[in-house]
């Protein structure tokens, strides 16, 4: 069964640098997300992505944060400027149309020193 | 924007018994409510999920009901197993975003 993938499952930075979080959703799917989990809380959408521009992105989502789908099957999601306060566990997830099911990537844990 | 309450934040139950949370949304464009159990460090999967046009939807032992007009929506959980052990969350958005409840931890007792 495909499933979303990403890489690196775990990332460790200094605040204030930059890192970009890498998913490759499922071929077929149209619809791209980054959600975000502090440890402990509830998942949070962060943006969502389709026909190559954001659809709509949360309060969270300022000018530290940016998305790209580079080529075909990787959608990125980078931040410039790491703080503390970044650190969680980042979800990408993708889905085939609207409406549909979302299917989560296993997650990238983001630890910010 | 949408702000979706869930409760219980813990639950536990006894094998073999019913499980129920609810949750409550406030905006009313809102038209999927999907629900995901997350096990421990794990990522969030789907169990049922329910639109706007369906009052109530059930697989095996899990079933969802929605109220439009009241704006909440409850999963029910029969015949619990100890795998039905995790956290689950509700959500509620459309298209383009769901915004998640605050997770129910539930634990069933063998």
């Known amino acids: 069964e495909p499933e979303v993938t990403q890489t690196p499952s775990h990332q460790v930075t200094q605040m204030g640098q930059e890192v970009i979080l890498r998913c490759v959703p499922i071929?077929?799917?149209?619809?791209f997300y980054w959600y975000r989990q502090i440890l402990g809380q509830k998942v949070e959408f962060l943006v969502s992505?389709?026909?190559?521009?954001?659809?709509?992105k949360s309060e969270i989502f300022d000018d530290q944060f940016s998305v790209e789908r580079p080529d075909g099957s990787n959608f990125t999601l980078k931040i410039r400027s790491t703080k503390l306060e970044d650190s969680a566990m980042y979800f990408c997830?993708?889905?085939?149309?609207?409406?549909?099911?979302?299917?989560f990537g296993p997650g990238t844990r983001l630890t910010v020193l | 924007g949408e702000n979706v309450e869930q409760h219980p934040s813990t639950l536990s139950v006894q094998e073999g018994d019913s499980a129920v949370i609810k949750c409550t949304y406030s905006?009313?464009?809102?038209?999927?409510f999907p629900w995901y159990k997350q096990e421990l460090g794990k990522r969030p999967q789907l169990i049922i999920d329910i639109r706007s046009n369906v009052g109530e939807k059930k697989d095996q032992r899990i079933a969802v009901t929605l109220n439009k007009t009241a704006k909440h929506f409850s999963l029910h959980i029969t015949e619990t197993q100890p795998e039905d052990s995790a956290v689950y969350f509700c959500a509620a958005g459309d298209d383009y975003k769901l915004s998640f409840g605050a997770g129910t931890t539930v634990t069933v007792r063998a």
């Open positions: 905006d009313s464009a809102s038209n999927y």
């Open positions: 997830a993708s889905s085939e149309a609207g409406y549909n099911e979302q299917f």
């Open positions: 071929s077929n799917h149209l619809y």
């Open positions: 992505f389709y026909n190559n521009e954001i659809s709509e």
